[in-house]
């Protein structure tokens, strides 16, 4: 266990549920003194008590531990608001629709911040009928690549697994897609507007040698 339930932790839970010292002693069977040394960091509270006390706030134990609340807001999710997890051990990928407490070996992850594509994320973006087709100019080496790609719409998450030496590409369906994101294994996450990515041929991938070879074969075939 790396981590373990803080007074502070504590403390902002019970303001939170608008319960005193007192209250909130009497609901896991401790005194207010006991309650006042772990909110001014004085003690800790024995591990057979963190059960009563997550139930008191009406949490998860895993959610006490972590410090980060997950509030019953996802049933109405949407796939725009998605999270991403990638955990730094095993390269593990994990994707909520909402706020949820995330471990894996033994480490608390944290959501991904998505940042804008840039020029060492050159993306290309075509639409052939009802699909996009999306590719990163980006090395794909074993140290160095592309981990996976997605497509978010408001009700809907394409999600393509990428691997060392292989293709940077993928095709999404195009249905209402908003958002594609992609991760690397180095520089994090980042994300772009598909219609962005077609229309802004003079600084993105479109704008490429190899690009404007294939138009221009395109022109004298049809």
């Given at each position: 266990m790396n981590q373990y339930v803080t007074g502070a932790v504590i403390r902002q839970m019970r303001e939170k549920n608008k319960m005193t010292q007192i209250q909130f002693a009497e609901k896991i069977g401790v005194s207010d003194k006991t309650v006042s040394k772990w909110e001014t960091a004085k003690g800790y509270p024995d591990i057979t008590l963190l059960e009563p006390i997550a139930k008191a706030f009406n949490i998860s134990v895993t959610e006490l531990i972590s410090g980060n609340t997950v509030f019953n807001e996802n049933v109405s999710a949407n796939m725009l608001r998605?999270?991403?997890?990638?955990?730094p051990v095993c390269k593990n990928v994990i994707h909520t629709m909402g706020e949820a407490a995330i471990s894996c070996h033994g480490i608390q992850l944290m959501p991904l911040e998505a940042e804008e594509t840039d020029e060492r994320h050159?993306?290309?973006?075509e639409r052939v009928e009802d699909e996009y087709y999306v590719r990163i100019d980006h090395s794909m080496t074993k140290d160095h690549y592309i981990s996976f790609m997605a497509a978010a719409s408001s009700d809907d998450m394409q999600f393509v697994k990428l691997y060392p030496e292989s293709s940077a590409e993928a095709r999404f369906k195009i249905r209402g897609v908003r958002k594609i994101f992609f991760y690397c294994n180095r520089d994090g996450l980042f994300m772009i507007d598909p219609i962005k990515g077609i229309d802004d041929k003079e600084s993105g991938y479109d704008d490429s040698v190899e690009r404007r070879e294939l138009e221009k074969t395109a022109d004298m075939l049809f």
């Amino acid at each position: 266990m790396n981590q373990y339930v803080t007074g502070a932790v504590i403390r902002q839970m019970r303001e939170k549920n608008k319960m005193t010292q007192i209250q909130f002693a009497e609901k896991i069977g401790v005194s207010d003194k006991t309650v006042s040394k772990w909110e001014t960091a004085k003690g800790y509270p024995d591990i057979t008590l963190l059960e009563p006390i997550a139930k008191a706030f009406n949490i998860s134990v895993t959610e006490l531990i972590s410090g980060n609340t997950v509030f019953n807001e996802n049933v109405s999710a949407n796939m725009l608001r998605s999270k991403f997890y990638v955990c730094p051990v095993c390269k593990n990928v994990i994707h909520t629709m909402g706020e949820a407490a995330i471990s894996c070996h033994g480490i608390q992850l944290m959501p991904l911040e998505a940042e804008e594509t840039d020029e060492r994320h050159m993306i290309f973006i075509e639409r052939v009928e009802d699909e996009y087709y999306v590719r990163i100019d980006h090395s794909m080496t074993k140290d160095h690549y592309i981990s996976f790609m997605a497509a978010a719409s408001s009700d809907d998450m394409q999600f393509v697994k990428l691997y060392p030496e292989s293709s940077a590409e993928a095709r999404f369906k195009i249905r209402g897609v908003r958002k594609i994101f992609f991760y690397c294994n180095r520089d994090g996450l980042f994300m772009i507007d598909p219609i962005k990515g077609i229309d802004d041929k003079e600084s993105g991938y479109d704008d490429s040698v190899e690009r404007r070879e294939l138009e221009k074969t395109a022109d004298m075939l049809f």
